[in-house]
């Protein structure tokens, strides 16, 4: 095994002799990556945002308000009806877009009449008259800002976000146009300077630890970059920061940003707004993992929760370059830093085979079957095991010079 290991290195060293002169990477080593430029600029181009005026969000939650109004003068038990957002036959995948609500959706009902549902038609009622009142005055709230207002009466912070998130989704609109935002948990670093919120000048290059992703992102603007190259997006914040001591975002031309597992709507959003601003290929770096590809899959497609918004926060133009499963046997990872996969984690593998974007892309089959039929994982950990810095010399490069994403 270890005369395979050092083989392997061997090959990918002589690679990286080639392609890089004095810290440099040549010309050709980028081919790969201009060609993918090209083509999502031909595919993508700026992605629309389209926004809804205050006042029609506004109106929105009047009609709602009204309905009530006239069921109750009519002697009917008040209700509203809600998409089901845990089901996929709810949504319909886009080729180029993403994830988006269908016309005809399965519908829950929430009425104050029926025991089961009378606390939740009332929290609606109540978060709605919050709403409401923060967009009339022109103020915006953190989610946890409206929890701690009255935490006895939402009880745990998790029901108050979902609550939200049904409302927008009732609505049919973004969360945020709620003036309802999230304490943003993504950060980024490299040749990257922008416009925050108060108009002050970020230069994301002067971070070591790389910069906070903003909680009004919407007001960021002004991307600017000299030398990026590409974005690669990080999926953990242990390997971004292993990445950030090896100066792989000055040495490699790209900027990186994480969401620190599974993103948040301010990392997914900022990333849409770099591509727009900039028009450079985004890669993504997943563990091989059903919960990586799920990841991966949430920042590519968006997520069935929020495919009222996918609009703003899929990124169809993202490519995967690994970890991939196929990668754990063609690098001979050692077994030790190969995990079993657990019965449940098998089951996951199959359902995601079933997600309705898994068909029009053979390779992310391919590497979910081989997964559930191997039964084997890895994190992106487990290639340090083949050198102290494999991952930034080596992998991510050897990718990028041969074109290796889906």
């Not at 029901?159 to 999230?182: F, H, K, S, T």
């Amino acid at each position: 095994m270890g005369g395979k290991i050092d083989e392997i290195k061997l090959s990918f060293t002589k690679t990286l002799i080639v392609c890089k002169m004095s810290n440099e990477y040549s010309r050709s080593f980028w081919t790969e990556l201009d060609q993918l430029q090209a083509i999502c600029r031909s595919c993508f181009g700026v992605a629309e945002m389209s926004e809804i005026p205050k006042d029609e969000v506004i109106s929105r939650i009047e009609d709602v308000i009204v309905q009530i109004v006239y069921q109750i003068s009519t002697s009917t038990e008040p209700y509203i009806q809600l998409r089901v957002r845990t089901n996929w036959k709810n949504a319909v995948y886009i080729p180029n877009e993403g994830l988006q609500m269908c016309d005809e959706p399965t519908l829950k009902t929430i009425a104050f009449g029926h025991s089961s549902t009378r606390e939740k038609f009332g929290l609606i009622m109540k978060v709605l008259a919050k709403v409401y009142k923060l967009l009339q005055t022109d103020q915006v709230a953190t989610k946890r800002d409206l929890y701690y207002e009255e935490p006895q009466l939402f009880k745990k912070q998790t029901v108050l976000d979902q609550l939200v998130d049904e409302i927008a989704c009732l609505l049919e609109v973004p969360r945020r146009w709620l003036n309802v935002v999230a304490t943003s948990k993504g950060c980024l670093v490299g040749d990257l300077t922008f416009s925050g919120p108060d108009a002050e000048q970020v230069d994301c290059s002067q971070s070591t630890n790389g910069v906070m992703v903003p909680t009004l992102v919407d007001l960021v603007d002004n991307f600017e970059s000299k030398t990026a190259r590409f974005i690669l997006v990080v999926e953990k914040d242990a390997t971004f920061q292993r990445l950030q001591d090896d100066c792989f975002a000055a040495n490699m031309q790209c900027i990186m940003i994480t969401g620190k597992g599974v993103p948040d709507v301010n990392t997914r959003l900022m990333i849409k707004k770099m591509w727009n601003a900039l028009q450079i290929p985004v890669l993504g770096l997943f563990d091989a993992d059903p919960h990586g590809i799920e990841i991966m899959c949430v920042y590519r497609f968006g997520s069935l929760a929020q495919s009222h918004d996918s609009q703003s926060l899929a990124l169809p133009f993202l490519k995967w370059i690994g970890v991939f499963p196929s990668d754990i046997k063609r690098l001979h990872l050692p077994a030790d830093v190969v995990t079993a996969l657990t019965n449940r984690a098998v089951v996951k593998c199959r359902d995601m085979l079933t997600r309705p974007y898994v068909a029009h892309f053979a390779r992310l089959r391919n590497e979910l079957t081989l997964m559930a039929e191997n039964r084997q994982k890895a994190e992106i950990q487990a290639l340090t095991r083949l050198s102290a810095k494999y991952l930034s010399q080596v992998f991510i490069p050897t990718k990028i010079k041969h074109g290796d994403w889906i």
